[in-house]
């Protein structure tokens, strides 16, 4: 039957109508995991697990609607987890051992920038966070993240743009890599000034102008080294296959998505 045929009738269920919202806000729930007093987040049925960035991501939607709760519960489970700079890529069960993703720890700080504009920052910044306080968190992460991970995320010194090891972002394929991005990707540095820049804000008066600088560096590094002028658009990555200076990283001309972070 079509749907234009006179005869058809869509089935019950279809007959009432509910606002998109609340759809969309109900269905946030079949994706939420329990672990205890905190949650995390399932990144897709039937096979995908507790990814860092998928439930980061979706924490700011938490944040928007405004299940703080539910929120906090997130980045506590998430913080928790923080070791020299990296968060979890993915859980399973209770194995958190993969942490090659350099895009979840600054997701993780646009979920804390975007909760302290819902929430007074004092109380979010010194809560506890397993052994130290949320603010604590951040900065160790900053910090190590700028001296190097274990797993080769790093910030140039020259241009403080952050490195990227292969497979570390979202879009990146195994093998063979058909979007290459090992290097300086676009959307990192955005996230990572924008991680900078909220430092700044909230960090001690003798550090927010350390912090206030590196965002400075990172800024003006993006325009002169991402931006192309001929085309109109911003490059996708600065490519080099360990941390360079990001001056001879080599720039290329794909036009991709990761740019409207900025």
Not at 118 to 123: D, G, M, V, Y
Request: glycine share 6%; aromatic share 10%.
């Amino acid at each position: 039957v079509k749907p234009d045929d006179k005869n058809f009738t869509l089935p019950g269920p279809f007959h009432s109508t509910v606002p998109f919202c609340q759809v969309i806000q109900t269905s946030l729930d079949a994706f939420i995991v329990n672990r205890g007093d905190e949650k995390s987040v399932v990144a897709g049925y039937p096979w995908f697990l507790d990814w860092g960035r998928d439930s980061l991501i979706f924490c700011r939607s938490l944040i928007e609607i405004g299940r703080i709760r539910d929120a906090f519960a997130i980045l506590s489970l998430f913080g928790k987890f923080e070791k020299n700079g990296t968060l979890p890529n993915m859980i399973s069960g209770e194995d958190a051992r993969n942490i090659e993703t350099s895009d979840a720890p600054l997701w993780f700080f646009a979920c804390c920038r975007q909760l302290t504009q819902t929430l007074s920052k004092e109380p979010l910044l010194t809560q506890n966070i397993g052994r130290r306080t949320m603010l604590q968190v951040l900065k160790d992460m900053a910090s190590s993240m700028i001296n190097g991970t274990p797993t080769g995320v790093k910030a140039d010194p020259e241009s403080m743009l952050l490195y990227s090891p292969a497979h570390f972002t979202w879009m990146d394929t195994n093998f063979p890599a058909g979007t290459p991005r090992q290097g300086y990707p676009i959307e990192i540095q955005a996230l990572w000034y924008h991680a900078l820049e909220f430092l700044s804000q909230v960090d001690d008066l003798d550090a927010q102008a350390k912090w206030q600088k590196h965002a400075d560096t990172v800024k003006r590094t993006i325009m002169e080294r991402f931006w192309r002028e001929a085309d109109g658009f911003f490059s996708d990555c600065l490519h080099c296959r360990e941390p360079v200076d990001a001056c001879h990283a080599i720039p290329d001309d794909a036009l991709r998505p990761n740019q409207l972070l900025l």
